[in-house]
């Protein structure tokens, strides 16, 4: 996950400003509807039936894969992703993390749900909320936020070994992201997941992208982050196809190799939050850099900005 910060102590809210020194830039308000309750009511989900035995991989190893999961959804989240790509600066929060004099580019940008058509479609009528749901073991599901890369041809950047949970404002056991694939990926340059890492109970500080800095957090209980891939037989990887879906807990360890890209890999992203996740307060700066919030500690994330859309509601 890389980082902006509004870089005000007020009430705004990813307002246009300087992103802080670990991170990218705070552009536009990502909040541009100010009450999503009426719109996650006037909408609906399909249910996902999830197969016990990919539950129990997703509970033993924080990670699954589900081929064709959202083969449909390909062409409008990659649409969506090319408005993000071409106007970076009309979106929140838009990073490229390749440096100067390195090959290709590594661009991504979150919290443009609101803001970008495609993005909100997908969340408001896709099974994803439902997905999240079942793997979560959660009776309900509540989007926190999404998140969508795109590497070009030619990138040789690896992705640091991190895990996302450190970069939140929120902290609970039953979490779960939805990694779509929006173009056909080899098992060499895909996301590679340490399998069960999910339940060491340690968490390692945050990192940037663009050089793997590690944050200043400010939390002495949080371990150096992983510097060199793990061992190979803790590794899950796989090839994955436009449209196939990973679903992994926040606390999996995951990473990528430096191998150079033959061809575009851009994935999209949805973050879920389950029945035990609530608000914390990190002391340093946290990814995505909300703030005035209005919450306290161990609250659940406000319905009105994050919106429960599992189970349905009418």
Known sequence: MTTGNTG??????GTKGNASTVGNNSTVDWRAIDDLRPLASATTRPAFEASPADIEAYQTNGVVHLPAAFTDWVEPLRAGLERNLAHPDSFAFPCDSTLAGEPGRF???????????EYLTFVLTSAAASMAAAFMES????????HAFSKEPGTAKATPWHHDLPYYCVDGRQTASIYIALDDISAETA????RGSHRSGELYKPRTFSDGTEYETGDESMLSSPAETPVADGIFTTALAAGDALVFDFRTLHGSTDAPLTARRRAFSTRWLGDDTHFVNRPGETSPPLEGLGL????????????????NVR
């Open 139 to 146: 009776d309900a599901a509540q989007l926190f936020h999404e």
């Open 296 to 311: 306290q500690p161990g609250d659940r994330m406000r319905d009105d900005w994050f919106p429960t859309l599992w189970p």
């Open 8 to 13: 005000d102590t007020g009430d705004a809210v």
């Open 191 to 194: 996301v590679q997941f340490l």
């Open 107 to 117: 661009f991504d940008s979150y919290c443009n749900w609101q803001l970008i058509p």
